[in-house]
């Protein structure tokens, strides 16, 4: 009554599973050409931090989560750099007690606290 004819509806089905594949296969492909790219600009936007031996850094204290005030900084005191890896991790000296200790080179930023010192003049006003 109908026309319907059961080798062409089979057919049709198979077609539109096949065509049903080829968009899953090219929005992965182009997802990850997208990710690749997106990768590429971000990376080349990052700046890369050098560490060497006897250089001071300061050391981002992750703990300051709760209750942290507006002006409270999350770096603390300097430190000197004892040991300078190229994998990323530096051993690390406390300056008041001695105290050593490894971190990753992500929680580390340079200090240029001494540097300021040098450069800052006096004038006298009156």
Do not use: C
């Not at 690749?36 to 560490?51: G, P, S, Y």
């Not at 929680?107 to 003049?121: M, P």
């Amino acid at each position: 009554m109908l026309n319907f004819d059961n080798q062409a509806a089979g057919e049709r089905i198979l077609l539109q599973l096949n065509e049903l594949e080829e968009f899953r296969t090219q929005a992965y492909e182009n997802a990850k050409t997208y990710k690749e790219n997106t990768k590429k600009w971000h990376d080349q936007k990052l700046a890369r931090k050098e560490f060497v031996e006897g250089q001071k850094v300061l050391l981002y204290n992750s703990r300051l989560k709760f209750f942290l005030g507006k002006l409270k900084s999350r770096w603390s005191r300097p430190f000197t750099i004892i040991k300078a890896s190229p994998y990323g991790h530096m051993k690390l000296i406390e300056d008041k007690t001695q105290r050593t200790f490894t971190v990753n080179s992500h929680r580390l930023k340079h200090y240029i606290g001494d540097s300021l010192d040098e450069q800052r003049v006096n004038y006298n006003l009156s």
